[in-house]
């Protein structure tokens, strides 16, 4: 196929009730010149992924700052993309602490993340906080992608009820807010997920269900094979192979989804009931919702993805690396050696799943780069220590260059109190999204892109 032939963004692979997005190939690049040169710019995208009740910071913190730092016991899954982070240490949450509104810490270090705004105290219907920095971007790189935006996580969550001392559950079990008085309900079940993202909004409603029900018990990949082979045809070599490993690896995840246990109840919360798809693994939830947030920036569905590891003030426990008490408790740990020691293992759980959907989006190549060179991916937490309860020196770790903009590889840290809205905004700025404010932010956080 000659070089001129090209192939929009937007092409999707078609079947019945079923539209398959394709991943960047070299076909979309635009022509620049009349000699053909191309010009393959890919999307830049925005993560964030959370993890509750704190860490175990003296485990966390490198010890060197610039690009001479060692990995501490925590950050240790991260080894194979040190030189994909930026560790940034001194980051403040200062609308999380109390400022006059008594307990609730673990409330308003969720619903503030994000917002950067104190939530107001109430567990009433009059819930209040702030637009999330997600949503700002999705109002306005969202009208690109099929959807605006993605909420995902592994606990179910509530709007309404008392769910930390006087706080509604809204607060601590949301990190996206639309408008200061309406969260983004995230989705727990990676079967739907998936369905969402292949599912054909042209389809008819009537029978729609029926239909996307039969689809995915056969495969999303037959029911678009002539339209793949057809595509594959007019491809070159390089986006022949790129196609048949996005195939094949969504093949992959459809086996998964089928092979997945599913259980009655959350490990570690009574009483709530899981929605059908919920694998009764926790590691294989958390993974299977990780191949769902790559598929879905692959694949430009959309550029923004939120996905909570678990809720604020999580009890889950964690049996299956030998921590059978539950989560919350131990944060409160009292410096007590033997339950830190449990705290570092549950830390490390959540980072080597971070570490393990790091692998996935840098395997995908984009251009002279990769999925991860184009993603700013954000993990943290909206709590310091969980004993003390801090919000100032949070864990936080970028990951990602931003499309170039950012100069990975390193530990920053930067004057204690600095609003975490700092770094959001430097993040917008990337995305083009001309926001001078955010929250309690006091400019662009510097010092990222060099």
Known sequence: MGASWRISRRTMLKGLGTAMALPWMEAM???????????????????????????????????????????????????????????????TLDKARANGDGAGDHARALAAFLTCSQPRKTHGADIKVGISVDQVAAQHVGKHTKFASLEIGCDAGAQAGNCDSGYSCAYSHNIAWRTESSPVAKEINPKAVFERLFADSAQPSKGATQTRELNFRTSVLD????????LQKKLGFADRRKLDEYLNSVREIEERLRRTQFTATVQGIDGVTVPKGIPKSYTEHIELMSDMLALA?????????????????????????????????????????????????????????????????????????????NT?????????????????????????????????????????DTPIANLYLAMLDRMGVPEEKLGDSTGKLLNLNT
Do not use: C
Request: charged share 25%; hydrophobic share 35%.
């Open 297 to 373: 920036l692959q694949t430009d569905s959309t550029r923004i993805v939120t996905f909570v590891h678990a809720n604020e003030g999580s009890g889950r426990s964690y049996p299956f690396i030998d921590v059978p008490e539950g989560h919350h408790d131990l944060s409160h740990h009292g410096n007590d050696e033997g339950k830190k020691q449990k705290i570092k293992k549950i830390n490390l759980f959540h980072a080597q799943r971070v570490a393990s959907l790091l692998e996935k989006l840098k395997k995908v190549k984009e251009g002279d780069g990769t999925l991860l060179d």
């Open 29 to 91: 690049a635009p022509v620049t010149s009349v000699l053909g040169a191309q010009a393959a710019v890919a999307p830049k995208r925005m993560a964030f992924i959370y993890t509750p009740n704190g860490m175990n910071m003296a485990d966390w913190t490198p010890k060197q700052e610039g690009t001479d730092f060692e990995l501490p016991e925590i950050l240790s899954p991260f080894k194979e993309f040190k030189d994909d982070m930026l560790v940034l240490s001194g980051l």
């Open 223 to 230: 029911l678009v094979l002539d339209d793949a082979k057809s």
């Open 376 to 416: 700013m991916l954000v993990f943290g937490s909206g709590i310091g220590d969980g004993n003390a309860h801090n919000h100032d020196d949070l864990p936080v770790v970028l990951f990602g260059k931003g499309g170039g903009t950012i100069a990975t590889g390193r530990h920053v840290r930067y004057a204690n």
